[in-house]
Protein backbone atom coordinates (compact mmCIF):
# COMPACT_ATOMS: atom_id res chain seq x y z
CA UNK A 1 0.00 0.00 0.00
CA UNK A 2 1.08 3.29 -0.55
CA UNK A 3 0.90 6.66 0.99
CA UNK A 4 1.81 10.13 -0.16
CA UNK A 5 2.16 12.98 2.08
CA UNK A 6 2.21 15.71 0.03
CA UNK A 7 3.22 16.55 -3.78
CA UNK A 8 6.64 17.39 -2.65
CA UNK A 9 7.45 14.72 -0.66
CA UNK A 10 8.60 11.18 -2.51
CA UNK A 11 5.98 8.33 -2.05
CA UNK A 12 6.13 6.07 0.64
CA UNK A 13 5.45 2.34 0.69
CA UNK A 14 4.49 0.60 3.67
CA UNK A 15 6.22 -3.21 2.74
CA UNK A 16 4.71 -6.21 4.93
CA UNK A 17 7.68 -8.17 5.51
CA UNK A 18 7.75 -11.67 6.90
CA UNK A 19 11.17 -12.91 8.47
CA UNK A 20 11.04 -16.26 10.53
CA UNK A 21 12.60 -16.35 13.69
CA UNK A 22 15.09 -19.23 15.18
CA UNK A 23 12.35 -21.16 16.21
CA UNK A 24 10.73 -20.90 12.36
CA UNK A 25 8.06 -19.05 13.73
CA UNK A 26 7.44 -16.10 10.87
CA UNK A 27 7.65 -12.63 12.40
CA UNK A 28 5.34 -9.99 10.80
CA UNK A 29 6.09 -6.17 10.18
CA UNK A 30 5.77 -3.04 7.94
CA UNK A 31 8.68 -1.60 6.66
CA UNK A 32 8.21 2.16 5.74
CA UNK A 33 10.53 2.34 2.73
CA UNK A 34 11.91 5.76 2.11
CA UNK A 35 14.77 4.04 0.04
CA UNK A 36 17.28 5.04 2.74
CA UNK A 37 20.71 2.44 3.41
CA UNK A 38 19.74 3.12 7.01
CA UNK A 39 16.55 1.31 8.69
CA UNK A 40 15.91 2.09 12.14
CA UNK A 41 13.85 -1.09 14.16
CA UNK A 42 10.88 -0.54 16.02
CA UNK A 43 9.59 -2.70 18.73
CA UNK A 44 6.46 -2.56 20.95
CA UNK A 45 5.70 -3.25 24.57
CA UNK A 46 3.82 -5.64 26.48
CA UNK A 47 0.51 -7.35 25.32
CA UNK A 48 1.07 -4.32 22.32
CA UNK A 49 1.98 -5.27 18.66
CA UNK A 50 3.19 -3.00 16.01
CA UNK A 51 0.14 -1.03 15.22
CA UNK A 52 0.59 0.95 18.26
CA UNK A 53 0.19 4.58 18.33
CA UNK A 54 3.63 5.24 19.55
CA UNK A 55 5.32 2.66 17.10
CA UNK A 56 3.15 4.24 13.86
CA UNK A 57 3.62 7.69 14.95
CA UNK A 58 7.73 6.85 15.62
CA UNK A 59 7.80 4.83 12.07
CA UNK A 60 5.57 7.82 10.53
CA UNK A 61 8.35 10.47 12.11
CA UNK A 62 11.35 8.78 10.46
CA UNK A 63 10.15 8.36 7.54
CA UNK A 64 9.20 12.20 6.67
CA UNK A 65 13.22 12.94 8.13
CA UNK A 66 14.01 10.17 5.29
CA UNK A 67 15.05 7.42 7.21
CA UNK A 68 13.30 3.97 6.51
CA UNK A 69 11.59 2.27 9.76
CA UNK A 70 10.40 -1.65 10.34
CA UNK A 71 7.60 -1.82 12.89
CA UNK A 72 7.31 -5.78 13.66
CA UNK A 73 5.23 -8.32 16.49
CA UNK A 74 7.27 -10.12 18.34
CA UNK A 75 6.48 -13.58 18.06
CA UNK A 76 2.58 -14.69 19.88
CA UNK A 77 2.26 -11.22 19.11
CA UNK A 78 -0.27 -9.44 17.03
CA UNK A 79 0.31 -11.42 13.47
CA UNK A 80 3.28 -13.01 14.37
CA UNK A 81 2.90 -16.64 14.57
CA UNK A 82 4.08 -18.19 17.99
CA UNK A 83 2.09 -18.51 21.40
CA UNK A 84 1.92 -15.63 23.74
CA UNK A 85 4.42 -15.92 26.90
CA UNK A 86 4.39 -13.17 29.77
CA UNK A 87 8.41 -12.85 30.55
CA UNK A 88 10.15 -13.48 27.15
CA UNK A 89 12.49 -11.08 27.26
CA UNK A 90 15.35 -13.36 25.89
CA UNK A 91 13.42 -15.16 23.16
CA UNK A 92 12.09 -11.43 22.12
CA UNK A 93 16.28 -10.56 22.04
CA UNK A 94 16.50 -13.25 19.46
CA UNK A 95 13.10 -12.38 17.47
CA UNK A 96 15.09 -8.70 17.49
CA UNK A 97 18.65 -10.59 15.94
CA UNK A 98 16.47 -12.25 13.62
CA UNK A 99 15.11 -9.36 12.01
CA UNK A 100 18.45 -7.11 12.37
CA UNK A 101 20.09 -9.95 10.11
CA UNK A 102 17.73 -9.99 7.63
CA UNK A 103 18.37 -6.32 6.59
CA UNK A 104 21.86 -6.78 7.10
CA UNK A 105 21.59 -9.70 4.67
CA UNK A 106 19.67 -7.47 2.22
CA UNK A 107 22.55 -5.13 2.29
CA UNK A 108 21.04 -2.81 4.55
CA UNK A 109 22.76 -0.36 8.14
CA UNK A 110 20.42 -1.06 10.92
CA UNK A 111 21.34 2.60 12.41
CA UNK A 112 19.31 2.11 15.53
CA UNK A 113 16.81 0.00 17.70
CA UNK A 114 14.41 1.45 19.51
CA UNK A 115 11.66 -0.22 21.88
CA UNK A 116 8.23 1.21 23.95
CA UNK A 117 8.15 -0.34 27.78
CA UNK A 118 8.97 -3.85 27.62
CA UNK A 119 10.12 -2.97 24.55
CA UNK A 120 12.91 -0.58 26.29
CA UNK A 121 14.27 -3.10 28.13
CA UNK A 122 14.51 -5.86 24.96
CA UNK A 123 16.67 -3.42 23.07
CA UNK A 124 19.05 -2.91 26.02
CA UNK A 125 19.01 -6.53 26.84
CA UNK A 126 19.92 -6.97 22.88
CA UNK A 127 22.64 -4.48 23.02
CA UNK A 128 23.95 -6.25 26.14
CA UNK A 129 23.93 -9.32 24.70
CA UNK A 130 24.91 -8.60 20.65
CA UNK A 131 27.44 -5.90 20.47
CA UNK A 132 26.11 -5.50 16.85
CA UNK A 133 24.27 -2.02 17.07
CA UNK A 134 25.52 1.11 18.16
CA UNK A 135 22.78 3.26 18.92
CA UNK A 136 19.46 2.32 21.15
CA UNK A 137 16.48 4.16 22.33
CA UNK A 138 14.91 2.84 25.72
CA UNK A 139 11.43 4.41 25.64
CA UNK A 140 10.12 4.16 29.49
CA UNK A 141 11.65 0.83 30.27
CA UNK A 142 11.60 -0.64 33.57
CA UNK A 143 14.49 -0.78 35.53
CA UNK A 144 13.66 -2.95 38.44
CA UNK A 145 11.75 -5.56 36.48
CA UNK A 146 10.75 -7.57 40.37
CA UNK A 147 8.58 -4.31 40.40
CA UNK A 148 5.28 -3.99 38.48
CA UNK A 149 4.19 -8.26 39.33
CA UNK A 150 2.20 -7.36 42.24
CA UNK A 151 -0.24 -4.27 40.59
CA UNK A 152 -0.56 -6.31 37.64
CA UNK A 153 -1.28 -9.90 39.60
CA UNK A 154 -2.23 -9.63 43.56
CA UNK A 155 0.36 -9.58 46.16
CA UNK A 156 -0.83 -13.55 46.45
CA UNK A 157 0.61 -14.29 42.98
CA UNK A 158 3.59 -16.29 44.03
CA UNK A 159 1.35 -18.64 46.18
CA UNK A 160 -1.21 -18.79 43.22
CA UNK A 161 1.45 -19.94 40.66
CA UNK A 162 3.05 -22.74 42.77
CA UNK A 163 0.65 -24.96 41.06
CA UNK A 164 2.59 -24.17 37.55
CA UNK A 165 0.53 -21.11 36.12
CA UNK A 166 -1.81 -18.81 36.75
CA UNK A 167 -4.74 -17.43 34.33
CA UNK A 168 -4.75 -13.94 33.79
CA UNK A 169 -8.91 -13.11 33.05
CA UNK A 170 -10.92 -10.08 31.58
CA UNK A 171 -14.57 -10.11 31.21
CA UNK A 172 -14.24 -12.51 27.94
CA UNK A 173 -12.64 -15.02 29.91
CA UNK A 174 -8.77 -15.81 30.11
CA UNK A 175 -6.62 -13.39 28.64
CA UNK A 176 -3.37 -14.91 29.05
CA UNK A 177 -1.67 -17.52 31.01
CA UNK A 178 1.70 -16.93 33.11
CA UNK A 179 3.72 -19.76 33.82
CA UNK A 180 6.26 -20.12 36.67
CA UNK A 181 8.85 -21.08 34.66
CA UNK A 182 8.00 -17.28 32.22
CA UNK A 183 7.46 -15.44 35.62
CA UNK A 184 10.54 -16.68 37.08
CA UNK A 185 12.76 -15.55 33.67
CA UNK A 186 11.07 -12.52 34.49
CA UNK A 187 12.29 -12.24 38.20
CA UNK A 188 15.60 -13.43 37.38
CA UNK A 189 16.31 -10.65 34.78
CA UNK A 190 18.42 -8.15 36.82
CA UNK A 191 18.66 -5.15 34.30
CA UNK A 192 21.63 -3.66 36.49
CA UNK A 193 23.65 -6.46 35.17
CA UNK A 194 22.50 -6.21 31.43
CA UNK A 195 22.92 -2.43 31.52
CA UNK A 196 26.51 -3.23 32.80
CA UNK A 197 27.45 -5.32 29.66
CA UNK A 198 26.72 -2.86 27.26
CA UNK A 199 29.64 -1.65 25.48
CA UNK A 200 30.95 1.74 25.88
CA UNK A 201 30.85 2.46 22.09
CA UNK A 202 27.03 1.90 22.27
CA UNK A 203 24.94 5.25 22.52
CA UNK A 204 21.91 4.90 24.62
CA UNK A 205 19.18 7.37 24.88
CA UNK A 206 16.43 6.75 27.21
CA UNK A 207 13.17 8.84 27.21
CA UNK A 208 10.53 9.06 29.96
CA UNK A 209 7.01 10.56 30.95
CA UNK A 210 7.09 12.55 34.13
CA UNK A 211 3.75 11.20 35.08
CA UNK A 212 4.42 7.97 34.01
CA UNK A 213 1.56 5.99 36.03
CA UNK A 214 2.94 2.15 35.14
CA UNK A 215 7.06 2.64 35.22
CA UNK A 216 8.19 5.69 37.54
CA UNK A 217 10.28 7.99 36.61
CA UNK A 218 12.77 6.96 38.93
CA UNK A 219 13.28 3.91 36.73
CA UNK A 220 14.71 6.21 34.00
CA UNK A 221 17.09 7.99 36.50
CA UNK A 222 18.88 4.84 37.77
CA UNK A 223 19.67 3.48 33.84
CA UNK A 224 20.86 6.80 33.74
CA UNK A 225 23.83 6.25 36.80
CA UNK A 226 24.87 2.78 35.38
CA UNK A 227 24.63 3.07 31.74
CA UNK A 228 28.55 3.87 30.19
CA UNK A 229 27.23 6.18 27.10
CA UNK A 230 23.89 7.36 27.90
CA UNK A 231 21.44 10.55 27.70
CA UNK A 232 18.45 10.52 29.28
CA UNK A 233 15.76 12.90 28.44
CA UNK A 234 12.59 13.32 30.59
CA UNK A 235 9.14 14.58 28.78
CA UNK A 236 7.71 16.68 31.44
CA UNK A 237 3.65 15.76 31.73
CA UNK A 238 3.92 12.61 29.67
CA UNK A 239 2.07 9.43 30.67
CA UNK A 240 3.25 6.14 30.04
CA UNK A 241 1.82 5.89 26.35
CA UNK A 242 3.12 9.53 25.45
CA UNK A 243 -0.93 9.98 25.00
CA UNK A 244 -0.92 14.19 24.58
CA UNK A 245 2.92 14.15 24.25
CA UNK A 246 3.28 12.15 20.77
CA UNK A 247 4.92 14.54 18.60
CA UNK A 248 7.30 15.48 21.52
CA UNK A 249 8.25 11.97 22.05
CA UNK A 250 8.89 11.76 18.43
CA UNK A 251 11.22 15.23 18.03
CA UNK A 252 13.31 14.33 21.16
CA UNK A 253 14.01 10.70 19.50
CA UNK A 254 14.54 11.90 15.80
CA UNK A 255 16.79 15.23 16.92
CA UNK A 256 19.34 12.37 18.64
CA UNK A 257 18.75 9.85 16.30
CA UNK A 258 20.17 12.71 13.63
CA UNK A 259 22.66 13.51 16.00
CA UNK A 260 23.92 9.81 15.84
CA UNK A 261 24.06 9.61 12.30
CA UNK A 262 26.09 12.81 11.90
CA UNK A 263 28.71 11.05 14.30
CA UNK A 264 28.59 8.10 11.99
Known amino acids: MTHSHSSQNPVIEQQRVIIPNKHGEKLVGLLHETGSKEIVILCHGFRSTKADRTMVNLAVALEK ?3 SAF ?17 NYSKEADDLHSIIQHFCEANRIVCAILGHSKGGDVVLLY ?13 SGRYDLKKGIEERFGKDFMDRIQDGFVDIKNKKGVEYRVTKESLMERLSLDMHEVCLKIPRECRVLTVHGSADEIIPVGDALEFAKIIPNHKLHIVEGANHN ?12 LNYLKETLRQD
Open 242 to 253: YTSYQTELASVV
Open 65 to 67: EGI
Open 71 to 87: RFDFAGNGESEGSFEFG
Open 127 to 139: ASKYHDIHTVVNV
